[in-house]
């Protein structure tokens, strides 16, 4: 069984910050293959606190975004914890070049512990057992990818943190659409999507299913579920909005 579950669906500094939602992250399972993406403050302890439990001693692969600290803040103990804190040389860590240079979120220490290391580069394809992404380079801040990953012969593609820029809907064309949506209204100056350019995006695809999660402050107080379901009408598309502890099969 191939599943995907939710550790996390914070988005923005505030909602981090107190908690309002959890920040723990993606987890996506296939077969013997465990990954993370984006381990944020939390994670192990959401994964650990899952039922069934995530054992992050199971994970195959560590997968950062990029370094913003809701993304990123339990990446160290995750590679611990993936490596047997350094006893067994396993599993795969993939991160952007400014994740490790000049000011790393991946510590000196233990880039060893892992078997391989890869730096993430746009348009790129990587591969962990059973499963494959490649990648999008996103306009954000610092260096960001999104990703279409193959688990299980179909395609979850993953609209991380970013702009909106007008190649979004030919760059993710998977059944699956996994869609940051930190905002309510379009405010480009701040580099995170708004429902607005969410609906724009939606307006020339047609995924099978859509997933909203990394919200805001304003979004969670406009209730995620019905902003959803309003795309959902608008667009005739199976439109929900993720919940932490959240499980869809893949
Ligand atoms: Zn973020
Ligand atoms: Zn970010």
Not at 23 to 46: F, K, Q, Y
Not at 77 to 98: C, L, N, S, Y
Not at 138 to 146: A, D, F, I, R
């Amino acid at each position: 069984m191939a599943f995907i579950k939710f550790l996390g669906t914070a988005g923005a500094r505030f909602v981090m910050m107190e908690q309002l939602r959890a920040s723990g992250g993606v987890w996506i399972s296939s077969g013997s293959d465990n990954l993370i993406l984006d381990p944020g403050p939390g994670s192990l302890v959401r994964a650990l606190e899952s039922r069934p439990k995530l054992d992050p001693a199971k994970l195959t692969g560590v997968i950062l975004s990029h370094k913003h600290l809701d993304h990123s803040a339990d990446v160290n103990v995750m590679i611990e914890a993936m490596t047997a804190g350094g006893h067994t040389k396993r599993g795969a860590v993939f991160a952007p070049q400014d994740a490790f240079e000049p000011e790393p979120v991946i510590q000196k220490y233990l880039r060893n512990f892992p078997e391989r290391l890869e730096l993430l580069e746009a348009g790129k394809e990587y591969r962990v057992g059973e499963i494959s992404f490649n990648t999008v380079r996103m306009l954000h801040p610092v260096e960001t990818y999104g990703f279409n990953f193959k688990i299980n012969n179909r395609t979850v593609s993953f609209i991380t943190d970013t702009a909106y820029f007008p190649e979004i809907p030919d760059c993710f064309r998977g059944e699956i659409m996994i869609i940051n949506v930190v905002l309510t209204e379009r405010k480009p100056e701040v580099f995170h999507l708004s429902v607005p350019e969410v609906a724009d995006i939606l307006s020339s695809i047609k995924p099978q299913k859509v997933i909203l999660t990394h919200f805001g402050r304003r979004t969670l107080t406009a209730n995620p579920q019905k902003i959803a379901d309003r795309l959902s009408q608008k667009f005739g598309l199976e439109i929900i909005a993720a919940t932490d502890g959240m499980m869809i099969e893949v």
